[in-house]
C-alpha cells in the first residue's frame, strides 16, 4: 500500500475514534440516557450509519480496497440528512403522497444519481479532477444539508442562528468527525487504485 495511502487512511481512523470524546449535544448525555433515547428512536440514523466505518476498513484490511472504495461511497451517501430524511418516509406508518415523496425522498434519489455519477466517471477515468469535482460537491451538499441544527443556540425553544465556529464545534463535533473521517477513507482509497501520475 502506499505510504501516502497508509497516513490518510490512519488519520480517518484517528478521526473515528475520537468523534465519541468530542463535544456535541449527542455526547453530552450519559449512557444510560443515551440508550433510553436510542430505544425510543430519538438519536437518529447516523449513529446507526456510521458503523459502517468498520466494515470499509476490514475490507482495506483483507485487501479488498475496490469493495472498500464502494462501501465507503455508500457511506458517504447515506451519513446524510437527506437520506435520513428519505428512511422517515420509508419507515412512516402514514400513506406516502406525492407531496411527501417530492419533499423528504425525491432529493435524495436526486443526490444519489448526481454523486454516483461523478464518483463512477472518476473511477472508471481514473482522473484525479473528475474526483475532486465529486468531493467538492460531496463537500458542498454536507455544509448545505447536513449543518441541521449545528450553527443554532436554543434559548428555551427558541433557536438563534450563530457564526461563531467554536459553537458549532460545541454543538456537533462528533458529527463533524463522522462527515470527515469516511471521506479521508475514500480520498485514501481513491489514492491507493488509481496509478501515479495519472490525472486525466
Known amino acids: ?6 497516513y490518510i487512511i490512519a488519520l480517518a481512523t484517528l478521526i473515528y475514534i475520537t468523534s465519541v470524546f468530542l463535544p456535541s449535544r449527542l455526547t453530552s448525555y450519559d ?4 440508550i433510553s433515547f436510542a430505544k425510543s428512536g430519538q438519536i437518529g440514523y447516523s449513529t446507526y450509519i456510521i458503523l459502517t466505518f468498520p466494515i470499509a476498513l476490514i475490507l482495506v484490511h483483507f485487501k479488498k480496497l475496490k469493495s472498500g472504495f464502494i462501501i465507503s461511497t455508500l457511506l458517504l451517501l447515506t451519513n446524510t440528512t437527506l437520506f435520513e430524511n428519505f428512511l422517515d418516509v420509508v419507515f412512516s406508518k402514514t400513506e406516502l403522497t406525492f407531496q411527501l415523496f417530492l419533499n423528504r425522498s425525491l432529493p435524495f434519489l436526486i443526490y444519489s444519481v448526481v454523486l454516483i455519477g461523478l464518483c463512477y466517471q472518476a473511477f472508471k477515468k481514473l482522473s484525479w479532477i473528475r474526483y475532486y469535482i465529486f468531493i467538492g ?3 458542498t451538499s454536507y455544509v448545505c444539508f447536513n449543518e441541521s441544527n449545528c450553527t443554532f443556540i436554543f434559548l428555551s425553544d427558541v433557536g438563534i442562528k450563530t457564526y461563531n ?3 458549532w464545534f460545541q454543538n ?8 470527515t473521517a469516511p471521506i479521508l477513507l475514500n480520498i485514501g482509497l481513491f489514492n491507493q487504485i488509481i496509478p501515479d501520475q495519472r490525472y486525466e
Do not use: S
Not at 500500500?1 to 497508509?6: E, F, L, S
Open 1 to 6: 500500500m502506499k505510504k501516502k495511502t497508509k
Open 137 to 139: 460537491v460531496l463537500i
Open 172 to 179: 456537533c463535533g462528533t458529527y463533524y468527525a463522522w462527515w
Open 31 to 34: 449512557l444510560e440516557t443515551f
Open 165 to 167: 465556529p467554536w459553537i
